[in-house]
């Protein structure tokens, strides 16, 4: 069984992720190792304020981090929390394999 700090962990993950812009935020740190909102909001559809709301709940959810630099706030993904979340996936779709095969065995057995 989980326990009870990761899976809260694994639900703000998943929480942040929900969105898709916040999706397409994190692929966007991923793909260049780290870029402020601004440059971010230039790739996005959505307005450099949006960005920087995106970012706080990432950063809520453990998912980035921003470091200041000057005037600018760099943030980066930080790869634990996505490391528990798909942990948590995995050992969910192996529960869910178990069951279907306990269940395919039984309808099988005469």
């Not at 898709?20 to 793909?31: D, Q, W």
């Not at 959505?46 to 200041?68: I, P």
């Not at 869910?96 to 005469?110: F, G, I, Q, V």
């Amino acid at each position: 069984m989980t326990e009870p700090v990761a899976e809260a962990a694994v639900g703000d993950v998943l929480a942040a992720l929900a969105d898709p812009t916040r999706r397409r935020i994190v692929g966007a740190l991923g793909e260049a190792g780290g870029a402020t909102a601004t440059t971010l909001a230039g790739s996005l559809p959505v307005s450099r304020q949006a960005v920087v709301k995106h970012l706080q709940v990432l950063e809520g959810a453990g998912l980035v981090e921003g470091v200041r630099r000057g005037r600018e706030v760099r943030y980066e993904v930080r790869p634990d929390p996505l490391g528990v979340a798909a942990r948590w996936l995995v050992d969910l779709s192996a529960a869910w394999d178990r069951r279907l095969s306990a269940l395919k065995r039984d309808a099988e057995d005469p």
